[in-house]
Protein backbone atom coordinates (compact mmCIF):
# COMPACT_ATOMS: atom_id res chain seq x y z
CA UNK A 1 0.00 0.00 0.00
CA UNK A 2 1.35 3.16 -1.21
CA UNK A 3 0.10 6.70 1.27
CA UNK A 4 -1.12 9.61 -0.29
CA UNK A 5 -1.93 10.81 3.05
CA UNK A 6 -1.49 10.06 6.72
CA UNK A 7 0.80 7.27 7.90
CA UNK A 8 -0.20 4.62 9.93
CA UNK A 9 -1.45 1.36 8.12
CA UNK A 10 -0.67 -1.95 8.56
CA UNK A 11 1.09 -4.43 6.26
CA UNK A 12 -0.35 -6.59 3.68
CA UNK A 13 -2.52 -9.58 4.44
CA UNK A 14 -2.62 -12.24 1.51
CA UNK A 15 -5.69 -12.29 -0.85
CA UNK A 16 -6.76 -15.61 -1.96
CA UNK A 17 -7.93 -15.59 -5.79
CA UNK A 18 -9.91 -17.81 -7.78
CA UNK A 19 -10.25 -19.30 -11.17
CA UNK A 20 -13.61 -19.74 -12.82
CA UNK A 21 -12.40 -20.96 -16.19
CA UNK A 22 -12.28 -24.68 -15.43
CA UNK A 23 -15.22 -26.94 -15.83
CA UNK A 24 -16.16 -30.06 -13.80
CA UNK A 25 -14.56 -32.89 -14.68
CA UNK A 26 -12.18 -31.16 -17.17
CA UNK A 27 -8.77 -28.98 -16.65
CA UNK A 28 -8.87 -25.29 -17.82
CA UNK A 29 -7.03 -26.53 -20.78
CA UNK A 30 -10.02 -29.00 -21.78
CA UNK A 31 -12.27 -25.94 -21.08
CA UNK A 32 -10.80 -23.72 -23.27
CA UNK A 33 -10.45 -26.35 -26.26
CA UNK A 34 -13.97 -26.60 -25.76
CA UNK A 35 -15.16 -22.92 -26.34
CA UNK A 36 -13.08 -22.07 -28.77
CA UNK A 37 -14.42 -24.96 -30.48
CA UNK A 38 -17.66 -23.00 -29.94
CA UNK A 39 -16.74 -19.90 -31.18
CA UNK A 40 -17.10 -18.68 -27.48
CA UNK A 41 -15.01 -15.67 -26.16
CA UNK A 42 -12.29 -16.97 -23.95
CA UNK A 43 -10.29 -14.04 -22.55
CA UNK A 44 -10.08 -13.38 -18.78
CA UNK A 45 -9.67 -10.97 -16.02
CA UNK A 46 -8.71 -10.44 -12.59
CA UNK A 47 -11.51 -8.31 -10.68
CA UNK A 48 -12.47 -8.18 -7.48
CA UNK A 49 -14.93 -10.08 -5.81
CA UNK A 50 -17.64 -11.47 -2.99
CA UNK A 51 -19.57 -14.63 -3.01
CA UNK A 52 -21.77 -13.85 -0.03
CA UNK A 53 -22.73 -9.98 1.59
CA UNK A 54 -20.12 -9.39 4.72
CA UNK A 55 -17.08 -7.73 6.01
CA UNK A 56 -14.39 -6.80 4.03
CA UNK A 57 -12.91 -10.47 4.57
CA UNK A 58 -15.31 -11.59 2.19
CA UNK A 59 -13.06 -10.18 -0.71
CA UNK A 60 -10.90 -12.21 -3.03
CA UNK A 61 -9.84 -11.71 -6.82
CA UNK A 62 -11.25 -13.72 -8.86
CA UNK A 63 -10.63 -14.37 -12.48
CA UNK A 64 -13.74 -13.96 -14.38
CA UNK A 65 -14.88 -13.37 -17.60
CA UNK A 66 -13.82 -10.21 -19.97
CA UNK A 67 -16.31 -7.86 -21.42
CA UNK A 68 -17.14 -6.90 -24.46
CA UNK A 69 -17.86 -3.86 -25.48
CA UNK A 70 -21.14 -3.69 -27.57
CA UNK A 71 -22.48 -1.21 -29.73
CA UNK A 72 -21.89 2.45 -29.08
CA UNK A 73 -19.10 1.45 -25.87
CA UNK A 74 -15.46 1.46 -25.34
CA UNK A 75 -13.44 -1.49 -23.36
CA UNK A 76 -11.24 0.55 -20.86
CA UNK A 77 -7.96 -1.34 -19.44
CA UNK A 78 -8.30 0.29 -16.01
CA UNK A 79 -5.22 1.38 -14.68
CA UNK A 80 -6.71 2.68 -11.18
CA UNK A 81 -10.12 2.73 -9.57
CA UNK A 82 -11.42 4.56 -6.61
CA UNK A 83 -13.60 3.06 -3.49
CA UNK A 84 -17.21 4.87 -3.12
CA UNK A 85 -19.68 4.06 -0.02
CA UNK A 86 -21.78 2.26 -2.07
CA UNK A 87 -18.68 -0.29 -2.76
CA UNK A 88 -19.03 -1.42 1.18
CA UNK A 89 -22.95 -1.05 1.30
CA UNK A 90 -22.93 -3.18 -2.15
CA UNK A 91 -20.87 -5.88 -0.39
CA UNK A 92 -22.65 -5.68 2.42
CA UNK A 93 -25.53 -6.56 0.79
CA UNK A 94 -27.54 -3.32 1.03
CA UNK A 95 -26.93 -1.73 -1.97
CA UNK A 96 -27.71 -3.44 -5.35
CA UNK A 97 -26.71 -2.51 -8.85
CA UNK A 98 -28.82 -1.03 -11.19
CA UNK A 99 -30.70 -3.02 -13.34
CA UNK A 100 -28.42 -4.44 -15.98
CA UNK A 101 -24.96 -3.09 -14.31
CA UNK A 102 -21.91 -5.01 -13.58
CA UNK A 103 -22.12 -6.79 -10.11
CA UNK A 104 -18.39 -6.12 -10.11
CA UNK A 105 -17.44 -3.19 -7.56
CA UNK A 106 -16.46 0.22 -8.89
CA UNK A 107 -17.87 3.36 -9.82
CA UNK A 108 -14.97 4.99 -11.14
CA UNK A 109 -11.87 4.06 -13.16
CA UNK A 110 -9.09 5.19 -14.83
CA UNK A 111 -7.00 3.56 -17.91
CA UNK A 112 -6.90 3.33 -21.55
CA UNK A 113 -8.79 2.99 -24.32
CA UNK A 114 -8.31 -0.55 -25.47
CA UNK A 115 -11.26 -1.01 -27.95
CA UNK A 116 -13.81 0.63 -29.41
CA UNK A 117 -16.68 -0.47 -31.16
CA UNK A 118 -19.19 0.52 -34.08
CA UNK A 119 -21.14 3.78 -32.90
CA UNK A 120 -18.84 4.95 -30.40
CA UNK A 121 -19.54 8.89 -30.09
CA UNK A 122 -16.21 11.29 -29.85
CA UNK A 123 -12.43 11.93 -30.42
CA UNK A 124 -11.93 8.38 -28.83
CA UNK A 125 -8.97 6.16 -30.20
CA UNK A 126 -7.16 3.17 -29.35
CA UNK A 127 -4.09 3.97 -26.90
CA UNK A 128 -5.91 7.26 -25.05
CA UNK A 129 -6.16 8.38 -21.49
CA UNK A 130 -9.58 8.34 -19.85
CA UNK A 131 -11.46 8.49 -16.78
CA UNK A 132 -15.24 6.80 -16.87
CA UNK A 133 -18.50 7.30 -14.72
CA UNK A 134 -19.43 3.69 -14.24
CA UNK A 135 -22.61 1.98 -12.68
CA UNK A 136 -20.35 -1.10 -11.41
CA UNK A 137 -17.27 -3.10 -13.22
CA UNK A 138 -14.36 -0.53 -12.67
CA UNK A 139 -12.67 -3.11 -9.69
CA UNK A 140 -11.62 -5.21 -12.70
CA UNK A 141 -8.80 -5.13 -15.33
CA UNK A 142 -11.29 -4.21 -17.73
CA UNK A 143 -14.59 -3.02 -17.87
CA UNK A 144 -16.98 -1.24 -20.82
CA UNK A 145 -17.98 2.13 -20.96
CA UNK A 146 -20.72 3.73 -23.26
CA UNK A 147 -18.38 6.30 -24.65
CA UNK A 148 -20.42 9.58 -23.77
CA UNK A 149 -19.68 8.61 -20.26
CA UNK A 150 -15.85 8.36 -20.65
CA UNK A 151 -13.66 11.93 -20.07
CA UNK A 152 -9.97 12.74 -21.01
CA UNK A 153 -7.94 12.42 -17.70
CA UNK A 154 -6.37 16.22 -17.31
CA UNK A 155 -3.13 17.24 -18.29
CA UNK A 156 -0.79 16.91 -15.20
CA UNK A 157 -2.87 14.34 -13.28
CA UNK A 158 -1.71 10.74 -12.60
CA UNK A 159 -3.87 7.81 -13.62
CA UNK A 160 -4.92 7.61 -9.49
CA UNK A 161 -5.51 11.23 -9.42
CA UNK A 162 -8.28 11.17 -12.46
CA UNK A 163 -9.64 7.18 -11.16
CA UNK A 164 -10.49 10.17 -7.69
CA UNK A 165 -12.95 12.14 -10.06
CA UNK A 166 -15.03 10.84 -11.55
CA UNK A 167 -17.93 9.57 -9.60
CA UNK A 168 -17.17 11.72 -6.59
CA UNK A 169 -16.47 15.39 -8.59
CA UNK A 170 -19.76 14.64 -11.11
CA UNK A 171 -21.87 13.78 -7.89
CA UNK A 172 -20.48 17.34 -6.17
CA UNK A 173 -21.29 18.85 -9.59
CA UNK A 174 -24.82 17.53 -10.00
CA UNK A 175 -25.82 18.23 -6.30
CA UNK A 176 -24.79 21.90 -6.44
CA UNK A 177 -25.55 23.13 -9.82
CA UNK A 178 -28.44 20.94 -10.88
CA UNK A 179 -29.89 20.09 -8.16
CA UNK A 180 -29.37 23.07 -5.32
CA UNK A 181 -28.58 25.53 -8.01
CA UNK A 182 -26.18 27.54 -6.23
CA UNK A 183 -25.42 30.76 -7.03
CA UNK A 184 -22.74 33.58 -6.47
CA UNK A 185 -23.18 34.90 -2.85
CA UNK A 186 -24.87 32.06 -1.21
CA UNK A 187 -23.61 29.81 1.63
CA UNK A 188 -23.39 26.02 1.55
CA UNK A 189 -23.39 23.68 4.42
CA UNK A 190 -21.14 20.60 3.32
CA UNK A 191 -21.34 17.28 5.82
CA UNK A 192 -18.72 15.11 5.57
CA UNK A 193 -16.32 17.79 4.18
CA UNK A 194 -13.19 16.00 4.16
CA UNK A 195 -14.62 12.85 1.89
CA UNK A 196 -14.02 12.68 -1.60
CA UNK A 197 -17.71 14.58 -2.42
CA UNK A 198 -16.66 17.00 0.43
CA UNK A 199 -13.34 17.78 -0.97
CA UNK A 200 -14.93 18.40 -4.25
CA UNK A 201 -17.73 20.59 -2.99
CA UNK A 202 -15.58 23.00 -1.55
CA UNK A 203 -13.81 23.57 -4.27
CA UNK A 204 -16.69 23.42 -6.79
CA UNK A 205 -18.62 26.27 -4.36
CA UNK A 206 -15.84 28.33 -4.55
CA UNK A 207 -15.74 28.79 -8.43
CA UNK A 208 -19.74 29.26 -8.34
CA UNK A 209 -18.93 32.66 -6.09
CA UNK A 210 -20.43 30.82 -2.93
CA UNK A 211 -19.49 30.43 0.66
CA UNK A 212 -18.50 26.64 1.43
CA UNK A 213 -18.98 25.57 5.80
CA UNK A 214 -18.12 22.21 6.22
CA UNK A 215 -18.78 19.76 9.17
CA UNK A 216 -16.31 16.97 9.96
CA UNK A 217 -15.13 14.62 13.20
CA UNK A 218 -11.85 15.18 13.50
CA UNK A 219 -9.52 18.38 13.82
CA UNK A 220 -7.52 16.75 11.27
CA UNK A 221 -10.14 16.94 8.69
CA UNK A 222 -11.27 20.38 9.14
CA UNK A 223 -7.40 21.43 8.35
CA UNK A 224 -7.35 19.71 5.13
CA UNK A 225 -11.14 21.41 4.07
CA UNK A 226 -9.60 25.13 5.31
CA UNK A 227 -7.38 24.19 3.27
CA UNK A 228 -9.33 23.90 0.37
CA UNK A 229 -10.63 27.54 1.14
CA UNK A 230 -14.01 25.67 3.28
CA UNK A 231 -14.55 29.54 5.28
CA UNK A 232 -15.14 27.69 8.20
CA UNK A 233 -15.19 23.87 9.70
CA UNK A 234 -17.38 22.38 12.82
CA UNK A 235 -16.44 19.01 14.46
CA UNK A 236 -20.04 17.67 15.07
CA UNK A 237 -18.34 15.02 17.62
CA UNK A 238 -17.54 18.65 19.93
CA UNK A 239 -20.01 20.89 19.13
CA UNK A 240 -23.39 22.11 18.21
CA UNK A 241 -22.38 22.60 14.00
CA UNK A 242 -26.31 24.45 13.82
CA UNK A 243 -25.67 27.00 16.46
CA UNK A 244 -21.73 27.63 14.68
CA UNK A 245 -23.20 27.95 11.29
CA UNK A 246 -26.08 30.33 12.64
CA UNK A 247 -23.25 32.36 14.55
CA UNK A 248 -21.19 31.91 11.39
CA UNK A 249 -23.78 33.98 9.18
CA UNK A 250 -24.86 36.01 11.96
CA UNK A 251 -28.25 33.87 12.34
CA UNK A 252 -29.44 34.07 8.52
CA UNK A 253 -28.23 30.48 8.14
CA UNK A 254 -27.17 28.58 5.08
CA UNK A 255 -28.82 28.81 1.08
CA UNK A 256 -28.13 25.10 0.67
CA UNK A 257 -27.41 22.04 2.56
CA UNK A 258 -25.41 18.91 1.07
CA UNK A 259 -26.42 16.12 3.73
CA UNK A 260 -25.18 12.60 3.31
CA UNK A 261 -25.58 11.80 6.71
CA UNK A 262 -30.00 12.09 7.16
CA UNK A 263 -31.96 10.87 9.69
CA UNK A 264 -29.87 11.74 13.17
CA UNK A 265 -29.75 15.33 11.63
CA UNK A 266 -32.88 17.01 10.55
CA UNK A 267 -33.28 18.98 13.22
CA UNK A 268 -30.33 20.32 12.91
CA UNK A 269 -30.09 20.85 9.83
CA UNK A 270 -33.10 22.31 9.53
CA UNK A 271 -32.53 24.80 12.47
CA UNK A 272 -29.94 26.24 10.52
CA UNK A 273 -31.19 26.40 7.04
CA UNK A 274 -32.06 29.80 5.68
CA UNK A 275 -35.90 31.14 4.96
CA UNK A 276 -36.23 29.62 1.16
CA UNK A 277 -33.11 27.74 1.70
CA UNK A 278 -32.29 24.06 -0.30
CA UNK A 279 -31.55 21.12 1.89
CA UNK A 280 -30.42 18.00 -0.46
CA UNK A 281 -30.05 14.55 0.86
CA UNK A 282 -28.01 12.24 -1.16
CA UNK A 283 -27.25 9.78 1.85
CA UNK A 284 -28.27 7.95 4.78
CA UNK A 285 -25.06 7.38 6.72
CA UNK A 286 -27.09 8.55 10.13
CA UNK A 287 -29.94 6.50 9.21
CA UNK A 288 -33.38 6.78 7.46
CA UNK A 289 -35.93 6.91 10.37
CA UNK A 290 -37.11 10.04 11.83
CA UNK A 291 -38.92 11.33 14.93
CA UNK A 292 -40.24 14.99 15.54
CA UNK A 293 -42.26 17.53 13.49
CA UNK A 294 -40.04 17.65 10.59
CA UNK A 295 -42.53 19.15 8.01
CA UNK A 296 -43.75 21.86 10.27
CA UNK A 297 -40.14 22.98 11.06
CA UNK A 298 -39.46 22.90 7.28
CA UNK A 299 -42.85 24.69 6.63
CA UNK A 300 -41.99 27.25 9.11
CA UNK A 301 -38.57 28.21 7.28
CA UNK A 302 -40.45 27.68 3.68
CA UNK A 303 -37.36 25.35 3.07
CA UNK A 304 -37.13 22.67 0.07
CA UNK A 305 -36.17 18.53 0.91
CA UNK A 306 -34.62 17.51 -2.36
CA UNK A 307 -33.45 13.85 -2.59
CA UNK A 308 -30.41 12.61 -5.24
CA UNK A 309 -28.71 9.82 -6.32
CA UNK A 310 -26.39 9.26 -9.28
CA UNK A 311 -25.65 5.52 -9.75
CA UNK A 312 -29.64 4.85 -10.54
CA UNK A 313 -29.77 7.88 -12.84
CA UNK A 314 -30.22 7.01 -16.38
CA UNK A 315 -27.98 7.11 -19.29
CA UNK A 316 -29.48 10.17 -21.06
CA UNK A 317 -28.99 11.91 -17.61
CA UNK A 318 -25.42 10.90 -16.93
CA UNK A 319 -24.44 11.90 -20.56
CA UNK A 320 -26.02 15.43 -20.04
CA UNK A 321 -23.86 15.54 -16.60
CA UNK A 322 -20.07 14.17 -18.33
CA UNK A 323 -20.88 16.78 -21.11
CA UNK A 324 -21.62 19.71 -18.56
CA UNK A 325 -18.65 18.51 -16.10
CA UNK A 326 -16.21 18.42 -19.37
CA UNK A 327 -17.09 21.39 -20.96
CA UNK A 328 -17.19 23.93 -17.86
CA UNK A 329 -15.11 22.09 -15.29
CA UNK A 330 -12.55 19.95 -16.63
CA UNK A 331 -10.09 22.16 -17.88
CA UNK A 332 -9.58 23.14 -14.83
CA UNK A 333 -8.07 20.78 -13.34
CA UNK A 334 -5.06 21.53 -15.34
CA UNK A 335 -4.81 25.46 -15.08
CA UNK A 336 -2.72 26.89 -12.72
CA UNK A 337 -3.75 30.07 -10.10
CA UNK A 338 -6.70 29.92 -7.59
CA UNK A 339 -9.43 28.43 -9.98
CA UNK A 340 -7.33 25.27 -10.11
CA UNK A 341 -8.84 22.49 -9.30
CA UNK A 342 -7.32 18.72 -7.05
CA UNK A 343 -8.83 16.13 -6.62
CA UNK A 344 -7.91 14.60 -2.83
CA UNK A 345 -6.31 11.43 -2.12
CA UNK A 346 -6.06 9.65 1.08
CA UNK A 347 -4.59 6.68 0.40
CA UNK A 348 -3.61 3.90 -2.80
CA UNK A 349 -3.65 0.53 -1.97
CA UNK A 350 -2.48 -1.87 -4.78
CA UNK A 351 -5.93 -4.31 -5.48
CA UNK A 352 -4.62 -7.29 -3.87
CA UNK A 353 -5.19 -5.49 -0.53
CA UNK A 354 -8.66 -4.52 -1.34
CA UNK A 355 -9.86 -5.82 1.83
CA UNK A 356 -7.60 -3.85 3.49
CA UNK A 357 -8.86 -0.80 1.82
CA UNK A 358 -12.20 -1.75 2.58
CA UNK A 359 -11.53 -1.73 6.07
CA UNK A 360 -9.70 1.58 6.31
CA UNK A 361 -12.48 3.22 4.60
CA UNK A 362 -14.97 1.49 7.37
CA UNK A 363 -12.49 3.17 10.17
CA UNK A 364 -13.84 6.81 8.49
CA UNK A 365 -10.52 8.23 8.94
CA UNK A 366 -9.42 9.14 5.35
CA UNK A 367 -9.16 12.95 3.95
CA UNK A 368 -10.28 12.49 0.60
CA UNK A 369 -10.27 9.09 -2.18
CA UNK A 370 -9.21 5.75 -1.36
CA UNK A 371 -7.91 4.83 -4.51
CA UNK A 372 -6.75 0.76 -5.46
CA UNK A 373 -4.44 -0.26 -8.68
CA UNK A 374 -5.70 -2.54 -10.75
CA UNK A 375 -3.24 -5.26 -11.84
CA UNK A 376 -1.36 -4.45 -15.04
Known sequence: MAE???AGHSGPRPVTWSSSNSSRGAGPGASKELTQALGIRTETLIAVHFDKPGGPENLYLKEVAKPSPGEGEVLLKVAASALNRADLLQRQGQHAPP???SNILGL???GHVAELRAGCQGPWRVGDPAMALLSGGGQA???TVPAELLMPVPAGLTMCQAAAIPEAWLTAFQLLRLVGNVRAGDS???HAGASGVGTAAIQLARMAGATPLVTAGSQEKLQKAEKLRAAAGFNYKEEDFSEATLKFTK????????DCIGGSYWEKNVNCLALDGHWVLYGLLGGAVISGPLFSKLLFKRGSLITSLLRSRDKKYKQMLVKAFTEQILPHFSTEGPQRLLPVLD???PVAEIQEAHEYMETNKNVGKIVLELLQ
Open 108 to 110: EAS
Open 99 to 101: PGA
Open 251 to 258: GAGVNLIL
Open 347 to 349: RVY
Open 141 to 143: QYV
Open 188 to 190: VLI
Open 4 to 6: AGP
